[in-house]
């Protein structure tokens, strides 16, 4: 977010001056799989477990 008087930058009380640029990226990329579903799909699908438990039942299945 930035201030009128200045666009762009970061408002005081948001101190970056500690912060390590890409500290937790190896890790989050290692652990991670996003896949993106489609708005229908997604409106059919309310929750990752929902999605996982779909996918297990077609896996189950043979399909």
């Given at each position: 977010m930035s201030t009128p008087d200045?666009?762009?930058e970061p408002l005081p009380e948001y101190d970056f001056s500690d912060?390590?640029?890409?500290k937790?990226?190896?890790?989050?990329?290692e652990g991670t799989n996003v896949v993106v579903l489609d708005p229908d799909v997604a409106a059919k699908?309310?929750?990752s477990e929902a999605v996982n438990d779909a996918l297990r039942k077609v896996l189950d299945s043979g399909k």
């Open positions: 200045n666009p762009g912060a390590v640029r890409g937790y990226a190896k890790r989050y990329a699908f309310k929750t």
